[in-house]
């Protein structure tokens, strides 16, 4: 997208090699969906909400351009002929169709990724900041402290009334506001409020 520029071979010289990084991406994409079946049953609930439903495809979207964007440059890498050493080796034959999809979609896909990240940090900020919920916790993970399944799978901790309020590290009480339906913390935790 941006050509041989002098900043472009700048950027890139300052870190690994650009298909090294990608070849990584896939290792990690398929040791993480391999985690995630052998752990799929442990997950928490999923919403039911329009919210609940686009964080699935956001996911799901994630997942795949994690790992189609490499392959797609790996099945390049091979079309070209070139090869790429150590894992590719050189055929010395150019196959187009090879080629093509990479040519077309690779630079394309990696914008439409950056921008999926970008909403996936945000989303994770204003579950954070905005909804008081335990996603970003879930996901972070809890340092120094251990959850139960309860709160794994309910986001709220285990064997407290819903209605009580929630320790900071101040040692101030702070309410936590709760749906009026389902007395479960507002926002996108809640269907009744979010949906």
């Given at each position: 997208?941006?050509?041989?520029?002098?900043?472009?071979?700048?950027?890139?010289?300052?870190?690994?090699?650009?298909?090294?990084?990608?070849?990584?991406?896939?290792?990690?994409?398929?040791?993480?969906?391999?985690?995630?079946?052998?752990?799929?049953?442990?997950?928490?609930?999923?919403?039911?909400?329009?919210?609940?439903?686009?964080?699935?495809?956001?996911?799901?979207?994630?997942?795949?351009?994690?790992?189609?964007?490499?392959?797609?440059?790996?099945?390049?890498?091979?079309?070209?002929?070139?090869?790429?050493?150590?894992?590719?080796?050189?055929?010395?034959?150019?196959?187009?169709?090879?080629?093509?999809?990479?040519?077309?979609?690779?630079?394309?896909?990696?914008?439409?990724?950056?921008?999926?990240?970008?909403?996936?940090?945000?989303?994770?900020?204003?579950?954070?900041?905005?909804?008081n919920?335990?996603t970003?916790?879930?996901?972070?993970?809890?340092?120094?402290?251990?959850?139960?399944?309860?709160?794994?799978?309910?986001?709220?901790?285990?064997?407290?009334?819903?209605?009580?309020?929630?320790?900071?590290?101040?040692?101030?009480?702070?309410?936590?506001?709760?749906?009026?339906?389902?007395?479960?913390?507002?926002g996108?935790?809640?269907?009744?409020?979010?949906?």
């Amino acid at each position: 997208m941006f050509g041989d520029r002098e900043w472009v071979r700048t950027v890139t010289s300052l870190g690994p090699g650009h298909g090294t990084v990608g070849l990584l991406v896939i290792v990690l994409v398929v040791i993480r969906a391999i985690w995630w079946t052998v752990n799929r049953n442990r997950r928490p609930v999923q919403s039911t909400t329009i919210a609940g439903h686009a964080a699935v495809v956001v996911h799901a979207s994630l997942y795949l351009l994690m790992f189609g964007i490499p392959a797609l440059a790996l099945l390049r890498a091979y079309g070209s002929g070139k090869g790429w050493e150590p894992w590719i080796p050189a055929s010395g034959v150019e196959v187009s169709w090879m080629m093509a999809p990479a040519d077309r979609l690779h630079s394309l896909l990696a914008w439409g990724l950056s921008v999926l990240i970008a909403g996936h940090v945000t989303m994770a900020l204003v579950h954070r900041f905005a909804l008081n919920d335990q996603t970003l916790g879930r996901m972070a993970g809890r340092l120094g402290t251990a959850t139960t399944d309860e709160e794994a799978m309910t986001g709220r901790p285990a064997g407290r009334d819903l209605k009580a309020a929630s320790q900071t590290k101040a040692g101030q009480l702070r309410r936590v506001p709760l749906c009026n339906v389902c007395q479960r913390p507002r926002g996108l935790s809640c269907s009744c409020c979010f949906g």
